[in-house]
């Protein structure tokens, strides 16, 4: 077997949430357990840090990880989705998992797979912390796949837990208001294990708060510990509010939205230093968060030979587009293409009145059977005021964009992970 028959093998096996939607789905954690087992417990054999949350997850994760390299720590870090290559999901010191470790375990775990049947991201957890043992990783960074309580990482016991925000996504599994998805993003909270939440929200941070109650765990809200003053492009001015002092930092990637997951980051990375063998230092974190890089997050992707800029952004939900939307209207253009396609179980009718009206839309799908119909978008987009052309395939819309952009103008990517992945 080699490295594509092993993928292959995987996404056959045990579809992917990201490809199929909730047909890959299996709540509960029986067969994380059961393949821990059989691998005699590798999560046990470092440290961890547990990062869920709606948005940001991902950013933070990313931030955490850069610091902790930076320390000296050998640290593995473990994400969803990829964009590009499977093994984005699977890193050892800024290294990917080589594919001959991803054939070999497949190799070996292929017959308890077939007993098992588990789903693709249960085989993806339990191969990323075998390798993490294998590779003699003191610390991980651990980032949630969905939900929390019934999520297949959560058989981990961590030095800190951090929850980024809570907006409305995935509801058709986590609940269908707010205080309900923070009741499973909380289920990470652990017994003694302290938890960073990023913001405090009037309508989750009861939920929080009780939780770390229950289980005798110290919680901490971000945003009372820290404050963006404000951002120019990668540098952040940041206010800590116990005290007043201000400073800056240079962070390795852009976005407004990074204002909160910067101050997240820091305030998680204040509580982790507590419980490390080796304390962080100034130096190591302002080191760190300057090499903190995630792809596809508010990224410009044009070349010399393209007629104005072009950014793309993974921004897919309601509180993610929120973002993107307020972030488009503080640029400088004379016209916006905005190409966007989405998956079928986008929430539509909280998205599509976020858009910019004025834009010239360039409905596509990215190839992938879980994206929506490009027509389907349209036709939807065209109820909410949007208006534009078809294009059946992410390239075609890309490439309709920048023949018809001239200088001044501005192409903007977004609505989906696999969009922004497609054009990447």
């Known amino acids: 077997m080699n490295y594509t028959e092993a993928i292959e093998y995987l996404y056959a096996a045990a579809p992917m949430f990201q490809q199929v939607g909730s047909g890959a789905y299996k709540e509960g954690l029986e067969n994380t357990h059961a393949l821990n087992q059989l691998l005699d417990h590798p999560h046990r054999a470092f440290r961890s840090v547990h990062v869920g949350g709606t948005n940001g997850k991902g950013s ?33 010191d800024g290294q990917m998992i080589p594919e001959r470790a991803v054939v070999e375990f497949v190799e070996r775990m292929r017959p308890e797979i077939e007993r098992l049947r588990p789903s693709f991201f249960e085989i993806t957890t339990v191969l990323a912390f075998d390798f993490f043992r294998t590779q003699g990783v003191e610390i991980a960074v651990v980032e949630v796949g969905m939900g929390g309580r019934l999520d297949c990482t959560n058989v981990i016991a961590p030095e800190a837990s951090v929850i980024t925000n809570i907006s409305p996504d995935h509801m058709q599994f986590l609940g269908d208001t707010l205080p309900k998805i923070a009741r499973e993003k909380a289920g990470i909270i652990k017994t003694g294990v302290p938890v960073v939440v990023g913001e405090f929200q009037p309508e989750t941070a009861p939920v929080f708060i009780d939780r770390a109650r229950e289980v005798g765990a110290p919680i901490a809200f971000a945003d009372q510990r820290y404050r963006c003053a404000g951002h120019a492009g990668r540098l952040f001015e940041v206010e800590n509010l116990l005290d007043g002092y201000r400073f800056e930092l240079q962070l390795g990637m852009e976005g407004d939205y990074q204002q909160r997951n910067l101050c997240t980051a820091l305030a998680a990375l204040d509580t982790l230093t507590e419980r490390l063998p080796r304390p962080l230092t100034t130096m190591e974190v302002r080191r760190g ?68 009206r004025e834009a010239h839309y360039i409905f596509t799908q990215a190839s992938l059977p879980r994206a929506l119909p490009a027509e389907e978008l349209a036709a939807r987009a065209r109820h909410a005021g949007l208006h534009g052309e078809v294009c059946r395939t992410v390239p075609e819309a890309l490439a309709s964009a920048r023949a018809q952009a001239a200088a001044g103008d501005l192409i903007f990517v977004g609505g989906s992970t696999f969009t922004v992945a497609e054009v990447l």
């Open 60 to 92: 933070v994760s990313q931030m955490l990880y850069a610091v902790l390299r930076e320390a000296g720590y050998r640290v593995g870090l473990y994400t969803s989705p990829h964009l590009r290559d499977f093994r984005e999901r699977i890193q050892v």
């Open 289 to 356: 968060l300057a090499e903190a890089r995630v792809p596809g997050r508010w990224q410009r992707i044009d070349t010399a030979a393209d007629p104005c800029p072009i950014i793309c952004d993974t921004g897919h939900n309601e509180a993610g587009l929120t973002f993107v939307t307020g972030q488009l209207e503080r640029q400088s253009y004379e016209k916006l293409y905005f190409v966007l396609g989405v998956v079928a179980d986008k929430d539509l009718d909280h998205i599509l009145p976020l858009l910019p």
